[in-house]
C-alpha cells in the first residue's frame, strides 16, 4: 500500500486567503474571520484541505493577514504572505506556486478560502480524479456541467502560471493548454461562494 501511495503524483492545495471582497462589511472587515459552527471561515477551510489526500497545503495571506495566520497558527501547514496582493488574483497564484512544497508538486489545487461548503471529500475527489489521469491533465469541480472551483493544476502549467498578471485566474491558461480537462461532479458547492455579509449569514455563518 505504501508503495502504491508514493507513486501517486504529490498536490499541493494551495488556499487563497488574501483579498478584501469589495462587497463585504467595510474596508476592515474580512469575511474569512466570519465563524461557521464557532470556526473562523480560514481555518475551516484550512482544516478540510489539511485532512484531504493532498500531500500539503500553503496558505496564501494578504489583506490582514497577521490576523488570518492567528487563527491558523497551529494547522500543518505553509504560508505565502502575497504583500502585492492588491495587485490581483495572479499575484496570489504566484505567490503560492513559488514555495518549496509546491515546486515539489506534480500538480497544485488551487481553492478559495470563502468557500464554505467545500468538503474535503469533494477535495479527495479531485486528488483521485488527477492521480487517475497520472497527473497530466488540468482537474476541475464542476455542477451539471458548469466548471467552478477548486481546480487542480499539473506541473506541466506551472511555467505558465508565473506569467500571470492583473486579476486573473489560470482559466485562459487552462483553455489554452490544449490538456485534456477532467470535470469532477460535486455538487453546488462548486459554484458556493460568500461574498456579503448575507451571503455568510445565509450559509449559516455569523458576523
Known sequence: MTDILEQRPKVTII?????????????????????????????RSASRACNSKANSVVVVVGFRAADIVAVLVDLPISIADNRNFSLGMASSLIAGTTTPVAQSADGVLVMLADMPTISTVHLNALVDAFAACDGQSVVVAAHRGVRGNPVVIPRLLFGDLLSLEGDVGARNIIRRSGLPIV????????LHDVDTTEAVIAAGGSI
Do not use: H, N
Not at 487563497?16 to 474571520?33: E, F, I, M, N, Q
Not at 470535470?183 to 462548486?190: D, N, P, R, S
Open 183 to 190: 470535470e469532477v461532479e460535486i455538487g453546488t458547492a462548486a
Open 15 to 43: 488556499l487563497l486567503a488574501v483579498g478584501k471582497a469589495r462587497r463585504y462589511g467595510s474596508d476592515a472587515d474580512t469575511k474569512l474571520l466570519a465563524k461557521f459552527e464557532g470556526v473562523p471561515l480560514v481555518r
